[in-house]
């Protein structure tokens, strides 16, 4: 099975970049990396030192439930390209994360979480999404739960 690293959607980056209010009703506020792990959840690279960015609560999923997690998450306060693909991005650069697979119903799968090795994402990425059951997976700081990077099959 072939998996894809996909990032938060273009238009909901263009709108908090734009100043567009985050997942509890406030403006993002805005930021100069000191280039020490901020990662963008958009083009999932690191934010360089001196640049812009921007702290903001989102919710990772469709709609309010009570699954439906909501955390802080960085993103670049200038535009930039959507990341993602097949390869692990550069944002996961810690020793490991949580790893979670989700239903079509944006509900946690019990029994998928897990602190996962950050070489053994993409392998345990895919073993959660060849059942069926498992719609995409998501991978979350395992000191702090933020959202990093949704995954899918490709």
Known sequence: MTIRFTPIPTAVARAYQAGGLDANGQPPE????????????HCLKMIPKGAAFLVLAHRPFPAPQPYAELGPIFLCADLCAAGGGAQLPEVLDSPDFIVRGYGVNDRIRYGTGGVIPTDRITDRAAELLA?????Y??????????????????
């Open 131 to 135: 059942d069926p059951a498992v719609a």
């Open 30 to 41: 805005r930021h100069v990396s000191d280039g020490d792990g901020n990662p963008c959840r």
């Open 137 to 154: 997976v998501h991978v979350r700081s395992a000191r702090n739960n933020c959202f990093q990077v949704r995954i899918d099959r490709d």
